[in-house]
């Protein structure tokens, strides 16, 4: 395909380190709305033009907080459990269209946000490694693979997958 939308990788996304009862409303609402809100409406306006031209791919990033409950991250775990939640409808609703929508979840990655994130909460990045089955974080460009991999002809036979990219933390 040439000349139109082919492919949507939504990686935006900020988050917070808070319990339920210590996060303030705007906070929640900020979170919510970046995560999910914002990959929601990214493919409500990319569906219909990879509809009209057969077909796309759609990858939606989001992450092991949504699939497990993590410390200190009430709302961030909300908000890419509903990303996780969107990818699957929008594949049913859409896989007639052609078009492919799938999810990468990675867990602990080593990037400025997540240092940010851990010096905020007190963390340490050696806690983090620690916490990691495979001994370390994983990398910007490892959940960039992932995400290429998704949006390429390789994964073609996979819709409303999540790919999950955590170094063995899951699988505990």
Known sequence: MTGGLDVLA??????STTTAPDTPLAVWEDVLAVNATGTFLCCKHAIPDMAARGGGAIVN?????????LRNRAAYC????????LTRALAVDHVADGI??????????????????????GESLD????????GRLGTPEEVAAAILYLAS????????????????????
Do not use: H, Y
Not at 10 to 15: D, K, S, Y
């Open 100 to 121: 492919r929508v799938n999810v990468v979840c990675p867990g602990t990655i080593d990037s400025p946000w997540v240092r940010r994130l851990v010096e905020d909460a």
């Open 78 to 85: 909300a908000s890419k459990g509903a990303v996780i939640a």
């Open 61 to 69: 990033t989001g992450s092991v907080a949504g699939m497990v409950g």
């Open 10 to 15: 939504n990686v935006a996304g900020i988050g």
């Open 153 to 172: 002809d390789a994964a073609a036979f996979m819709t409303g997958s999540g790919l999950v990219l955590d170094g063995g933390l899951t699988a505990q």
């Open 127 to 134: 806690a983090l490694r620690a916490r990691q089955p495979i």
